[in-house]
């Protein structure tokens, strides 16, 4: 039996989500932002302080991940740290004004792209993409969870 990647599920939403990355890549450098920051950026843009442990369960990395991740964002400025009220043992991490000034331009980027790669597709098409990745993305979640 011949694998044919174009008729593999796995395979095309890497090839996609590769390519996606590699043009967020290409569109932030120039904003000093990363991709990778994303996940952070979005989960405290409403100004709420979560610990690093909600924020990996937010962006379903592991925790040595979001270490890293939360390490480089403190170091560009992205990030602040403080004491937890309700945990001395944790700390809360918040946007800082360099942060919340990257979320707008993060959006405009993502916003920039998703029509770039949805332009030849209808509305109904795209309704209909969103409706199936959206029961890909369950089926996957579930299998996961048992």
Not at 32 to 51: C, E
Request: net charge negative; proline share 5%; glycine share 6%.
């Amino acid at each position: 039996m011949t694998l044919i990647r174009e008729e593999s599920a796995g395979y095309m939403t890497n090839w996609a989500a590769r390519l996606f990355f590699r043009e967020l890549e290409k569109q932030l450098a120039p904003l000093g932002i990363n991709p990778a920051y994303m996940p952070v950026l979005f989960a405290l843009s409403d100004g709420s302080a979560l610990t690093q442990k909600e924020l990996a369960d937010r962006a379903t990395v592991e925790q040595p991940t979001m270490t890293a991740t939360l390490g480089r964002m403190e170091r560009d400025g992205f990030i602040r740290r403080e004491p937890n009220p309700e945990d001395g043992r944790s700390v809360l991490v918040r946007l800082s004004e360099t942060g919340f000034e990257g979320v707008p331009q993060v959006q405009r980027v993502v916003s920039t792209i998703n029509q770039m790669a949805l332009q030849t597709l209808s509305e109904a098409e795209r309704r209909s993409f969103f409706s199936v990745m959206g029961k890909i993305i369950a089926s996957l979640e579930m299998q996961a969870s048992s």
